[in-house]
């Protein structure tokens, strides 16, 4: 028999640590995407803290007042989600009524505080955890990177690492051009249906796919994250001689893209030799949590890359 919730002196259960942590964690959010980081905007925690030992989710044991790292069991979520469902995702009408403030918030155009001052030209499609962003961020601190990933908890896990990483990381005397994060962000949405509702046409120069919900079963395949339909889109969205970089550690995936991306006219694979000196690839291979967890059990990597060819003259 389960033991029975503990009661408080109103007599309603008392909420779990991991309700506590996350409430504590969405006020945070909440308020930091409204207005530039500063001490002053961190809110105190109003859920109170977990019992025990374990940390409040908006502070910092070693520096009082600074945002914590988020804790990745409390952001539980399944693998996978079925891109076909309708998860009543919020998206533009077009990229030219896209609000990117929020997102940017230290790109910020002055002379007109709706807009920012660059674009973003880094995409990763599928992004999970954030690995692969926070090795981009001081790889590229000139280009703005943006994750787009459809799970819930998992999106929130990654905006709340990226504000903690802003926080601790913003009096760090760096060089000038050190982005500290700021070019980092993500948003919960779906690249299979609203990938244009973004970017503008030749706007992104890199997009990543890694480590894709692999759809075993033949049936699903529809739903796989490369197809000949959705690599026109991508080719819509990427500029010329931008890269399209895909990683796996299911041959048979691996296998489905290449024939795909081999089969598109926009686009080309480049050779194993540009693989092994390219900076990005190298990131990829080691930085994803999936691409990590592949490195503990031994497992093998499949990378293909490919070019953005310039559309024929009509």
């Not at 409204?34 to 070693?62: H, K, M």
């Not at 990763?124 to 954030?130: N, R, T, V």
Request: glycine share 4%; proline share 8%.
């Amino acid at each position: 028999m389960p033991s029975a919730p503990k009661l408080t002196k109103e007599g309603t259960p008392e909420p779990s640590k991991r309700k506590i942590y996350r409430e504590d964690k969405q006020e945070t959010r909440k308020v930091l995407k409204q207005v530039r980081i500063d001490d002053t905007a961190i809110p105190t925690s109003t859920t109170g803290t977990p019992s025990g030992d374990e940390t409040p989710a908006s502070t910092n044991e070693s520096t009082p007042g600074a945002l914590s790292l988020p804790k990745k069991r409390f952001y539980r979520q399944r693998a996978h989600s079925n891109p076909f469902s309708d998860h009543r995702l919020e998206y533009p009408l077009s990229p030219e009524v896209m609000n990117w403030t929020k997102l940017y918030p230290g790109y910020v155009d002055p002379a007109d505080p709706t807009k920012i001052t660059k674009q973003v030209e880094i995409a990763d499609i599928g992004c999970g955890f954030g690995g692969l962003m926070i090795d981009l961020s001081p790889a590229f601190p000139d280009k703005l990177i943006l994750g787009m990933e459809i799970r819930v908890q998992v999106t929130q896990y990654v905006e709340d690492r990226i504000l903690a990483l802003r926080d601790l990381h913003k009096d760090d005397e760096e060089p000038a051009d050190s982005a500290k994060f700021q070019n980092i962000s993500v948003i919960r949405g779906n690249a299979m249906k609203f990938l244009p509702n973004f970017f503008h046409k030749a706007q992104l120069s890199k997009m990543f796919f890694c480590f894709p919900d692999p759809h075993f079963k033949q049936r699903k395949h529809k739903a796989r994250i490369v197809t000949n339909t959705l690599l026109s889109e991508y080719a819509y969205v990427l500029r010329e001689g931008g890269v399209v970089y895909t990683i796996t550690d299911v041959l048979d995936l691996h296998e489905w893209m290449v024939k795909h991306l081999d089969s598109h006219p926009s686009f080309e694979r480049l050779s194993k030799e540009w693989e092994d000196e390219d900076t990005c690839v190298k990131i990829m291979r080691e930085s994803t949590e999936e691409g990590k967890k592949v490195a503990r059990n031994k497992g093998s990597k499949y990378v293909a890359c490919y070019r953005r060819l310039p559309d024929p003259a009509i």
